[in-house]
Every structure is written in structure tokens, then in C-alpha cells.
């Protein structure tokens, strides 16, 4: 099998990949019809109801870049980008159902049946074609040919990452610098900046990467004028490991390309999926625990003198002051100016009550009416005092970054160990580490993942006192 093969055949791979898309989806609504009625002879408004199906796919699909290559990323990207695809497929039906006054002609067996099978079809197939297409690239099929301009340090992280991901598929035959740095390992350095056109030509290079400093100006202009003949693929990597970056990205405001160096996850169609996440639960819980609500409340007004709910300002999402409510666990009692005092194992400012609600988190209950306003999430950065903020973002670089989302009941942090009193900046380092590895990596799937595992490790904790 020759190198350039998949990319020679890209267009008609594309075809292929959107035609066997639309059959799956075509072949799930079948296969479901048969699991609910027994047998294939669909009726009208079923056929009818198959063909806006496909058709929905063949033009929502590429809206979220099914078909765009996925080289060099993960698994769990291709299945988060394929679920809400389908998702959307199938609400659309869902609203032209609704708008059509058809809703109630189809079995919603069928219809849930038809969104699992189509789900798990496209998914299962692209994961499969993208586990060969791995194995294919560390096995030097497959592969991009890449010429990478600079070897200094940004160029050498450039070429330590390829050397480190060999089911991406990105061969760098050689470098070119405007000195005498040279590449890393077995990489040959193949001269200066001048002879880039001549080594894409006869090197057949599919891709220049040009790894040069910001302050690099010059050199980057030279090169482009270079190339300015050739039609290869260039890309520039900015210089931007040394930074603690949070969902970088690139966008364009009115013509302007833009490096996202620090940005929210909950934008679009996630903040909607948030939303709908954070007030379905919340209504849920607040239903089920209302019984031992109750209860705890009683057990408040008893344990000692004061309100049952403790109000404290703290920062949410962007940073704005929320008021948010907890049970009230400690005596009523006043700090001295704007110091907040953390609880520590043996404060006697908590009483025999609330140790209990602080031991089990059950003080924490009333935010779910927090998530219901909208201040707060079922799962994200736990929320801390104002007075702790001001002095821990001072000490801690990325500290306030962890309010580009909603602040959370649970959380990251929480469910691998990092909660309680934070009596060291080491222990409040390790929190924000766990925090910003959250918003980096955010889906549905993962704030599942948290609760579930919030579930089975637990309410109680060693550290929460």
C-alpha cells in the first residue's frame, strides 16, 4: 500500500464515508422496525418518516465536521463530535414531528430504538476505521510528509510531540533553520530558510510546519515568499507551550484570525446541553431528598440558635458575585473585618450537627436550588469564600480560570481526593490543577463520569470537616 493512497482517494472516500452514513441510519430505522413489529413492511408514514431521516444526516452531519480529517486526535473527540450529530439529527425530527402534528402516528419504542442503533452503528464503525487507520500510520503507512522550519526550543517540542504520537502520522523528513541548530535525533538539517521550495518539490512534501518564535517575523515573511508559488499545505505553530492555555483555539471576528489562548467550553450547543443537564438534575434530586431536607432543617433549628440556610457571596461563572445556600453547620458567629476562616478538624465554631452534615456533605444540599437559578452546575469547581480568591489568585497564576464555567456541588478535584481544607497553597495548586484539567476536557460524558464516581467513592471524606 503506497503512502499517498488515502489521500489520493480522498474525495471518493468522502462520498463512500456519507453514503454509508446515510445507509446506517436508513438500516437502523429498519432494524428497529423489525425488534418492534416483527417484520419489514413499513407503512407509509414510517418510510416517510426514514427518508427525511437520511436526508436530515446527509446535511447535518457535515455541519459538525464528521468528514474533516481527525489525524493525530482522539477517540473520544471523533465519539463526542458523532453523538451530538445524531443527536441533532434525531431532534430535528423530533420538531418536525411536532410542528407536522405526527408525533403520535410512531411507536416512541421504535423512535429511541432508531436513535441507539443509528448512534451506536456510526460509532462503532468509526471507531473501527480509525483504530486501523492508527495501526496503519505506526506501521509508516498513511503517512503526511512534513518539513519543519526552526530547531529551536519550539521546534524541537514540535518534532519530541510527532516522535510521541506515531498513530498521527506526521513524518517529518527534515528541517531547515536560519542557523546551524540541529534537529532532533536522526532528523537531518537540510539547510537554510532558502531552500524550502526546493525541498518541498523534490522531497514531495505534503506539509510545512514553520516552528519560529513570535519575534521570528522576518523569517516567516521569507518563507512565505518562497512558497508563494507552491500549493503544499502550510501551517504555523505558535509559540505557545510555555503559556497555561485553557481551550485554545483559533476563530475569525470580522476578517480578524484569533488565537483563543484562554476560553470557555460553554458556548453554543454545550451551554444548552449544560442547562438542560444542570436543571433536569437538579429538579430530580431536589425531588427525591425533600423528605431528608426536611429532616436536616429540623435538625439545624435544634443543634443551636440561628437561621437554618448559611448565605455566602462567592464567585461564579466569569468571575460575578452569587449568593449561594448551604445548611447551616456552624454557630452563629462574626469574623473579624473581610477574613473568612476555613473550618479546620477541630473548630468549635461547628456544632455536633453540623460535623455531621460537613462529615456526609449533606450542608451542601440547598445549592441544587442554586443550580435550579442558575448559578450554579451540578458538577464543576467548587465555589470558594471571596476573601480566599483575592488571596490565592495572587499566588497561583491559573486560579481564576477556573470561573470560565459554572461553579459546582462536585467536582474533579472533589472525587480525586482534593477537597476539605486547603491549609497550604501546595493543597490549593493541586485543586486548581484538577479544576482546569476539567474545563479543558468538558463533555456530558465526563460530568456523568464525575457523578457516578461521586456516587460510588461516596459522600464522605477524610478531609471534609
Same mark, same amino acid.
Not at 471507531?127 to 522550519?149: F, S, T
Not at 447551616?328 to 452534615?357: I, N, Y
Given at each position: 500500500?503506497?503512502?499517498?493512497?488515502?489521500?489520493?482517494?480522498?474525495?471518493?472516500?468522502?462520498?463512500?464515508?456519507?453514503?454509508?452514513? =446515510?445507509?446506517?441510519?436508513?438500516?437502523?430505522?429498519?432494524?428497529?422496525? #423489525?425488534?418492534?413489529?416483527?417484520?419489514?413492511?413499513?407503512?407509509?408514514?414510517?418510510?416517510?418518516?426514514?427518508?427525511?431521516?437520511?436526508?436530515?444526516?446527509?446535511?447535518?452531519?457535515?455541519?459538525?465536521?464528521?468528514?474533516?480529517?481527525?489525524?493525530?486526535?482522539?477517540?473520544?473527540?471523533?465519539?463526542?463530535?458523532? $453523538?451530538?450529530?445524531?443527536?441533532?439529527?434525531?431532534?430535528?425530527?423530533?420538531?418536525?414531528?411536532?410542528?407536522?402534528?405526527?408525533?403520535?402516528?410512531?411507536?416512541?419504542? #421504535?423512535?429511541?430504538?432508531?436513535?441507539?442503533?443509528?448512534?451506536?452503528?456510526?460509532?462503532?464503525?468509526?471507531?473501527?476505521?480509525?483504530?486501523?487507520?492508527? &495501526?496503519?500510520?505506526?506501521?509508516?503507512?498513511?503517512?503526511?510528509?512534513?518539513?519543519?522550519?526552526?530547531?529551536?526550543?519550539?521546534?524541537?517540542? =514540535?518534532?519530541?510531540?510527532?516522535?510521541?504520537?506515531?498513530?498521527?502520522?506526521?513524518?517529518?523528513?527534515?528541517?531547515? $533553520?536560519?542557523?546551524?541548530?540541529?534537529?532532533?535525533? $536522526?532528523?537531518?538539517?537540510?539547510?537554510?530558510?532558502?531552500?524550502?521550495?526546493?525541498?518541498?518539490?523534490?522531497?514531495?512534501?505534503?506539509?510545512?510546519?514553520?516552528?519560529?518564535?513570535?519575534?521570528?517575523?522576518?523569517?516567516?515573511?521569507?518563507?512565505?515568499?518562497?512558497?508563494?508559488?507552491?500549493?503544499?499545505?502550510?501551517?504555523?505553530?505558535?509559540?505557545?507551550?510555555?503559556?497555561?492555555?485553557?481551550?485554545?483555539?483559533?476563530?475569525?471576528?470580522?476578517?480578524?484570525?484569533?488565537?483563543?489562548?484562554?476560553?470557555?467550553?460553554?458556548?453554543?450547543?454545550?451551554?444548552?446541553?449544560?442547562?438542560?443537564?444542570?436543571?433536569?438534575?437538579?429538579?430530580?434530586?431536589? =425531588?427525591?431528598?425533600?423528605?431528608?431536607?426536611?429532616?436536616?432543617?429540623?435538625?439545624?433549628?435544634? $443543634?443551636?440558635?440561628?437561621?437554618?440556610?448559611?448565605?455566602?457571596?462567592?464567585?461564579? #461563572?466569569?468571575?460575578?458575585?452569587?449568593?449561594?445556600?448551604?445548611?447551616?453547620?456552624?454557630? =452563629?458567629?462574626?469574623?473579624?473585618?473581610?477574613?473568612?476562616?476555613? &473550618?479546620?478538624?477541630?473548630?468549635?465554631?461547628?456544632?455536633?450537627?453540623?460535623?455531621?452534615?460537613?462529615?456526609?456533605?449533606?450542608?451542601?444540599?440547598?445549592?441544587?436550588?442554586?443550580?435550579?437559578?442558575?448559578?450554579?452546575?451540578?458538577?464543576?469547581?467548587?465555589?470558594?469564600?471571596?476573601?480566599?480568591?483575592?488571596?490565592?489568585?495572587?499566588?497561583?497564576?491559573?486560579?481564576?480560570?477556573?470561573?470560565?464555567?459554572?461553579?459546582?456541588?462536585?467536582?474533579?478535584?472533589?472525587?480525586?481526593?482534593?477537597?476539605?481544607?486547603?491549609?497550604?497553597?501546595?493543597?490549593?495548586?493541586?485543586?486548581?490543577?484538577?479544576?482546569?484539567?476539567?474545563?479543558?476536557?468538558?463533555?456530558? #460524558?465526563?460530568?456523568?463520569?464525575?457523578?457516578?464516581?461521586?456516587?460510588?467513592?461516596?459522600?464522605?471524606?477524610?478531609?471534609?470537616?
Amino acid at each position: 500500500m503506497r503512502r499517498g493512497l488515502l489521500k489520493e482517494h480522498a474525495t471518493l472516500l468522502t462520498f463512500v464515508s456519507r453514503t454509508g452514513d =446515510v445507509l446506517a441510519v436508513l438500516c437502523a430505522g429498519l432494524l428497529a422496525y #423489525w425488534l418492534r413489529f416483527g417484520h419489514f413492511s413499513l407503512t407509509a408514514p414510517y418510510r416517510t418518516a426514514l427518508l427525511v431521516g437520511g436526508l436530515a444526516s446527509l446535511l447535518i452531519f457535515p455541519l459538525f465536521g464528521i468528514y474533516r480529517s481527525w489525524r493525530g486526535q482522539g477517540d473520544f473527540t471523533q465519539l463526542r463530535v458523532v $453523538s451530538l450529530a445524531v443527536i441533532s439529527v434525531f431532534l430535528f425530527l423530533l420538531t418536525v414531528g411536532t410542528l407536522t402534528k405526527t408525533n403520535t402516528i410512531f411507536s416512541r419504542q #421504535w423512535f429511541l430504538s432508531w436513535l441507539l442503533m443509528t448512534w451506536s452503528l456510526l460509532a462503532l464503525f468509526r471507531l473501527a476505521i480509525y483504530q486501523a487507520l492508527k &495501526a496503519m500510520r505506526r506501521r509508516g503507512w498513511n503517512h503526511r510528509r512534513v518539513l519543519l522550519i526552526g530547531t529551536g526550543e519550539l521546534g524541537q517540542e =514540535v518534532l519530541q510531540r510527532l516522535h510521541d504520537a506515531p498513530e498521527a502520522g506526521l513524518e517529518v523528513v527534515g528541517c531547515l $533553520s536560519a542557523g546551524t541548530s540541529p534537529c532532533q535525533g $536522526s532528523i537531518p538539517l537540510l539547510g537554510t530558510l532558502t531552500r524550502v521550495a526546493e525541498e518541498v518539490q523534490e522531497r514531495s512534501i505534503d506539509e510545512v510546519w514553520i516552528a519560529l518564535p513570535l519575534r521570528a517575523e522576518d523569517q516567516v515573511r521569507e518563507v512565505l515568499h518562497h512558497l508563494r508559488h507552491s500549493t503544499v499545505t502550510i501551517r504555523f505553530v505558535p509559540d505557545i507551550f510555555g503559556y497555561r492555555l485553557l481551550n485554545q483555539s483559533v476563530t475569525e471576528i470580522a476578517g480578524i484570525p484569533l488565537f483563543n489562548l484562554s476560553d470557555t467550553p460553554m458556548v453554543g450547543l454545550n451551554r444548552l446541553i449544560k442547562a438542560l443537564e444542570d436543571r433536569l438534575l437538579a429538579l430530580l434530586i431536589l =425531588v427525591l431528598i425533600s423528605p431528608l431536607a426536611l429532616l436536616i432543617a429540623i435538625g439545624v433549628k435544634g $443543634s443551636s440558635p440561628g437561621p437554618i440556610l448559611f448565605k455566602q457571596l462567592r464567585h461564579g #461563572w466569569d468571575g460575578r458575585p452569587i449568593k449561594i445556600y448551604k445548611f447551616r453547620t456552624m454557630k =452563629v458567629h462574626r469574623e473579624s473585618g473581610s477574613t473568612v476562616t476555613q &473550618a479546620s478538624r477541630h473548630d468549635d465554631r461547628v456544632t455536633p450537627f453540623g460535623r455531621f452534615l460537613r462529615r456526609t456533605s449533606l450542608d451542601e444540599l440547598p445549592q441544587f436550588f442554586n443550580v435550579l437559578q442558575g448559578r450554579m452546575s451540578v458538577v464543576g469547581p467548587r465555589p470558594h469564600a471571596i476573601a480566599h480568591n483575592e488571596r490565592y489568585k495572587e499566588e497561583i497564576d491559573a486560579y481564576m480560570l477556573r470561573h470560565k464555567v459554572k461553579p459546582g456541588i462536585t467536582g474533579w478535584a472533589q472525587v480525586n481526593g482534593w477537597r476539605g481544607e486547603t491549609d497550604t497553597v501546595e493543597k490549593m495548586r493541586k485543586r486548581v490543577e484538577y479544576d482546569l484539567y476539567y474545563i479543558e476536557h468538558w463533555s456530558l #460524558w465526563f460530568d456523568l463520569y464525575i457523578i457516578l464516581l461521586t456516587l460510588v467513592r461516596g459522600f464522605i471524606h477524610k478531609n471534609a470537616y
